[in-house]
C-alpha cells in the first residue's frame, strides 16, 4: 500500500483542521478534529485517485519529505506561514459493499464484545482498522 505526505493544519481559533496533499494538487480535505480529519484525508486521496484513473491520468508515485521540501512550489508558503503536522495516509481503495464471512471467536471474548455493542460486525471492521493503522 502506497502512503502519501499529508499536511494537517490546525485552524486558528478553530478545533478544526485542514489536510493538503502536496502530491496530488487540488485534492484537500478537512474534520472538526484531527481523527476525522485523517478519515476524511483517507476518503480524500482514494477519491481523487479514483478520479484520476477513470480519466486516464498518472497516479504519481509518494515522494519523500525532502522531495516536497525542494519541489513543491508551496512549501516556502506553508513553512512560513502554517501551523501544521506532516502524516502520511495510507492510499486504500473507497469503501465497498460488504462480503458475509464466517469467523471463530473465543466464547468469553465474544461475550465482551456483545457487552460493548449491538454490532459484532461493525465492531469487528473497526478493531480491523485500527490494528490496520486504517483510519476510515
Request: glycine share 6%; with cysteine; aromatic share 10%.
Amino acid at each position: 500500500m502506497q502512503k502519501y505526505i499529508a499536511l494537517f493544519e490546525e485552524v486558528k481559533g478553530k478545533e478544526s483542521y485542514g489536510v493538503v496533499f502536496p502530491d496530488f494538487p487540488g485534492c484537500i480535505s478537512a474534520g472538526d478534529t484531527f481523527e476525522e480529519a485523517m478519515q476524511m484525508a483517507h476518503e480524500a486521496l482514494a477519491g481523487h485517485v479514483n478520479l484520476l484513473k477513470a480519466e486516464g491520468g498518472k497516479i504519481p508515485a509518494p515522494r519523500t519529505l525532502d522531495q516536497i521540501k525542494n519541489t513543491w512550489e508551496d512549501w516556502k508558503e506553508w513553512e512560513d506561514n502554517y501551523d501544521f503536522v506532516v502524516g502520511y495516509v495510507t492510499l486504500l481503495p473507497l469503501k465497498t459493499s460488504a462480503k458475509r464471512v464466517n469467523i471463530m471467536l473465543d466464547e468469553t471474548l465474544l461475550a465482551q464484545i456483545d457487552r460493548v455493542t449491538k454490532n459484532r460486525s461493525s465492531f469487528l471492521a473497526e478493531a480491523a482498522r485500527r490494528m490496520l493503522g486504517i483510519m476510515f
